[in-house]
């Protein structure tokens, strides 16, 4: 059964409101259905964004869903902010390149949808003091078992953990019909920059 959506987004011009330390905002989304309020979450997580995420969400109870253009960042806010959205069955969209965390954040939706401009990819955690990078081994335990949390197969927590630090995976639509992700590409792009989605 094909599912409509169109959104007005920020690559395509949506409009924005209050701005929280560069990264996140509350954004106005035209949805078919009406207008709906999502949270932009744009550039890398940092240490942090988490509380900002949080105090975003109890002024503004009204928020559906959240945009993601992000490389990652913060693997701790990163997952704080997933398992918000998971528990609280938001939508997310990939708007732009979502990488490492990111991705995490935007498989946690209740609806999932990527747009022509979105691209998902992963890469195992790690932790990083001056020039020396280690694997962090913990926090890719977490990931592998928040993912199985979440009803994701295991080869998707294995793409995470078997991926080096210094390269990337991308989450492919062949991999989302084949693993059954369940996210929505994006079909076109209509003159008057809506988006329509419909799934596979």
Known sequence: MVRILAILLAVLGYS???????????TEIQLQGGERTYISISDEIELGDWTKFFRLVRRTPSISGII????????????????YVYGHKLDTVAAGPCDSICAIIFLSGENRFLTPQ?????????????????IDHQTNGKIACYLGHMGYPLPLAQLWISTPVDQVAPITAQM???????????????KDEQLIAAKP
């Open 68 to 83: 993601l253009n992000s490389p990652g960042g913060s693997v701790d806010d990163g997952l704080a902010i997933a398992k």
């Open 16 to 26: 924005s409101g209050s701005a929280v330390a560069g990264t996140l905002e509350i």
């Open 176 to 190: 989302n019909a084949d693993l059954q992700l369940g996210f929505v590409a994006v079909d076109t792009v209509t």
């Open 118 to 134: 979105g691209a998902l990819s992963f890469h195992s955690a790690y932790r990083k003091l001056d020039d020396w990078v280690s």
